[in-house]
């Protein structure tokens, strides 16, 4: 299995998750994406990695967006022929105690998915305003992506790796927050089962938010243009047997 963490300024967060990531699962590979952090989290994780052959690193040469991270470390597992692949945020909202039961019902789902808003979820530390546009953000993927799920806005998710290889990675929209509402949309459409399971969504440990207005307009315009592709019934996925699926 593959845990990838996207980094970005996560220096303190890092050096506690990573450890706390490989004692609950000793198997795993813990893959770090930093967008060269001037705190030194890409150094702080080379020098994990060097004590450490579970973990692994790439540095890329700037911020270049949530969304290209996250799809480097699918992209990644695929390449390296990993089972599952997780990913999660690196500041502990995500707390990684929810990957075991994420991991077993894998057996039954293509996509697990940590669930902030199905019954037994929740969110702590949330000003009013920012639950408000969360839940909106929902509405608006459910209802023009079709998604059935409740929580379309969360990174913390488990992927069957061998279903993400029809995805056409080509045809990506998202660079930033949107991707997650885009991949969910793009799993259905290859026919990927969902899974929800309740986690409670805490406050960052270390540092600051990096969601901000222009994000989320952004993940707005996004979902509107990923629901006229739908409309229009455009190809999502890659050439099966040389016929375009649509």
């Not at 039954?108 to 702590?124: F, H, L, W």
């Not at 409740?150 to 993400?164: H, K, Q, T």
Request: hydrophobic letters at 45%; proline letters at 4%; charged letters at 25%.
């Amino acid at each position: 299995m593959l845990v990838t963490l996207c980094t970005y300024n996560e220096y303190e967060n890092i050096q506690l998750l990573i450890p706390e990531i490989l004692e609950l699962l000793p198997q795993a590979t813990v893959l770090v994406i930093d967008d060269n952090s001037p705190d030194q989290t890409g150094k702080l994780a080379d020098e994990m990695a060097a004590a450490d052959d579970r973990i692994r690193t790439i540095h890329r040469s700037g911020k270049l967006g949530l969304g290209t991270a996250i799809v480097l470390g699918l992209r990644y597992a695929i390449e390296h022929d990993f089972e599952f692949v997780v990913n999660l945020d690196a500041d502990f909202s995500h707390n990684p105690r929810y990957i075991p039961p994420m991991v077993e019902c894998m057996d039954r789902c293509d996509v697990a998915i940590a669930s902030r808003y199905m019954p037994g979820g929740g969110v702590a530390g949330w000003t009013a305003s920012r639950m408000l546009m969360s839940k909106l953000i929902n509405v608006w993927a459910r209802l023009l992506l079709g998604l059935t799920t409740a929580d379309n806005s969360g990174s913390f998710r488990c992927f069957r790796v061998d279903r993400l290889r029809r995805i056409d990675w080509s045809r990506i929209l998202a660079k930033g927050y949107a991707f997650q509402e885009e991949i969910l949309y793009r799993c259905r459409r290859a026919g990927c089962r969902f899974e929800e399971v309740p986690i409670v969504f805490e406050d960052r440990r270390f540092g600051q938010t990096k969601i901000s207005l222009n994000e989320c307009l952004s993940a707005v315009w996004i979902i509107f243009r990923l629901g006229i592709q739908r409309a229009l019934r455009r190809p999502v996925l890659l050439p099966d047997n040389g016929a375009p699926l649509a």
